[in-house]
């Protein structure tokens, strides 16, 4: 199966820089998402990594190492909307499955305070 | 709105009774995704489909759970003798091609088994 693991719990302050890590094992590994998920909202997509190295996008970004089962998040000039869980979700491709799904971590609640 | 869109947005019944939830994805989108997100949980993959096709379905999946695309367009997940544990937010799901692309979340129903 895949073990995809991050932190259950992070908090910051506004402005300030903070790392979400995850890490996981998988057979197949076919590329790293993160999304975001406000309390009783749907999960809106941030970021997929499928090669080495940092992805960048306004004020997050992603980094991906293959070898290490490795991927972090990172959220510049932190703003209270950023208060939210972050999921990081890994694609496997192993025998009997498809490109379609995704495996799902359990989510790193941040809360960022003023 | 484009968006992915859900029916209903809450759903409460009692325990062995059937209930059936709507999907439709948006339109150009030929995959459909339903998974399951119970409480501090990230979503668990439940069924997938590609066009009317159903490509793969989860262990987590048993016989009362059933999922139809009849015309490749909006979908349907059906729960036949509800229990208790299958309260939780049902979400769906569509991407459009070629795996690389993100899913894109619908607002998901919400489950509650009296």
């Known amino acids: 199966g895949q073990n995809i693991d991050q932190p259950t719990e992070m908090t910051a302050t506004e402005g300030a820089i903070v790392q979400i890590n995850c890490t996981y094992q998988?057979?197949?590994?076919?590329?790293l998402f993160w999304y975001q998920q406000h309390a009783g909202e749907a999960p809106t997509f941030l970021s997929y990594?499928?090669?080495?190295g940092l992805e960048e996008k306004g004020r997050f970004s992603s980094f991906l190492s293959r070898s290490k089962g490795y991927s972090y998040l990172l959220l510049k000039e932190l703003q209270m909307k950023d208060s939210a869980s972050y999921l990081c979700a890994v694609r496997d491709i192993t025998r009997g499955s498809t490109l379609g799904r995704l495996y799902f971590g359990r989510g790193t609640q941040l809360t960022v305070w003023p | 709105d484009t968006g992915v869109s859900q029916d209903p947005r809450h759903k409460i019944t009692k325990r062995g009774q059937n209930v059936t939830f709507r999907c439709d994805p948006i339109?150009?989108?030929?995959?459909l995704y339903w998974y399951r997100q119970t409480l501090g949980q990230g979503p668990e993959f439940l069924t997938y489909f590609q066009n009317e096709a159903q490509l793969e379905k989860s262990r987590l999946l048993s016989d009362r759970f059933s999922a139809e695309r009849p015309k490749g367009s909006f979908s349907t997940l059906e729960i036949q003798r509800t229990e208790q544990g299958d309260s939780a937010m049902y979400l769906c799901?569509?991407?459009?091609?070629?795996?690389?692309?993100?899913?894109?979340f619908g607002p998901g129903t919400r489950l509650t088994v009296t």
């Open positions: 990594n499928v090669l080495d």
């Open positions: 799901a569509s991407s459009f091609g070629l795996a690389e692309y993100e899913q894109y």
């Open positions: 339109s150009e989108h030929n995959r």
């Open positions: 998988t057979s197949g590994f076919n590329g």
